[in-house]
């Protein structure tokens, strides 16, 4: 038995109530491991960059181990950019190699740019078409259930690439999950945290590290998801929800 322990924070209240988005978390854990997990993750939204949250919703549910699905841990490349409009022209190119027609990368690109604040979640585009897929509106499609499948040697594969860091290993087990959702084409991303620059384009090619993909202080960043056409929307969104997921480095080389 697992237990999936998420946490949500945001400040005006509930993220249902308007409050805006503070922070979140996703884990699946041992029964052992949840109270303590619980507490650091209640810290780290009180501790936040993005600002003080006065509401913290933090669920722990158990998961049956049999339906845990495993997937692969992207390999990881860093391409390196002076800026953010380096980044961003790097990003477009990369969304292309990995399926994405232009104007949808670019419509995923504008969508992200344009945010007035963070949101919860994420917005699915067609890969074809760049048209929203999900109904889900200002919150977006939460990605949940998932952590790394053995959380202390990502951490030493980490360190070895100088890559040791919470948003890299939260990031890629994330984009592991999702790369291996039905019917999904890439994923571009970039922190919403004010002091974090650095984001990626995700995509059966890889995890493509893009050290700036928005400016420095910047609390605005966000996750776009972009589908093949054809694809089961109401399945994706089911998948990224629902499935509890635990990534590998299985294919990952030394
Ligand atoms: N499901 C869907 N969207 C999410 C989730 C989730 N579980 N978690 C975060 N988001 C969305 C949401 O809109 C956030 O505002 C946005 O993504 C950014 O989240 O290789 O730190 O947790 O150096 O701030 C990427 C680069 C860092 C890491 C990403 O994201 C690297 C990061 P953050
Ligand atoms: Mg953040």
Same mark, same amino acid.
């Given at each position: 038995m697992l237990y999936s322990v998420r946490m949500r924070a945001a400040q005006g209240g509930d993220h249902a109530a308007g409050g805006r988005h503070i922070s979140g978390a996703e884990r699946l854990v041992p029964p052992g491991e949840a109270a303590a997990l619980a507490g650091e993750l209640v810290e780290r939204a009180l501790g936040h960059s993005r600002g003080r949250a006065d509401f913290i919703n933090v669920t722990v549910e158990a998961v049956a181990a049999q339906a845990v699905r495993l997937v692969p841990i992207p390999a990881v490349r860093t391409v390196a950019v002076a800026d953010a409009t380096a980044g961003r022209t790097a990003a477009l190119e990369e969304l292309a190699r990995a399926g994405v027609s232009a104007a949808a990368a670019l419509a995923g690109m504008d969508s992200l740019a344009a945010l007035p604040d963070s949101m919860r979640g994420a917005m699915i585009l067609c890969?074809?078409? @760049?048209? #929203?897929?999900?109904?889900? @509106?200002? #919150?977006g499609i939460r990605v949940s259930r998932m952590d790394a499948a053995d959380g202390a040697a990502l951490l030493a594969a980490l360190r070895r690439r100088g890559l040791a860091n919470d948003h890299v290993r939260e990031a890629l087990v994330l984009a592991a999950k999702v790369a291996a959702g039905p019917g999904m084409a890439a994923e571009l991303c970039w922190s919403d945290d004010p002091e974090y620059t650095a984001g990626y384009v995700a995509s059966r090619r890889g995890y493509c590290r893009f050290a700036h993909l928005k400016e420095y202080g910047c609390p605005v960043g966000g996750r776009v998801f972009f589908a093949a056409p054809g694809c089961d929307v109401a399945a994706l969104v089911d998948y990224l929800e629902r499935q509890p997921v635990l990534a590998t480095l299985a294919n990952w080389e030394e």
């Open positions: 890969a074809a078409c @760049g048209r #929203r897929l999900d109904g889900s @509106g200002e #919150r």
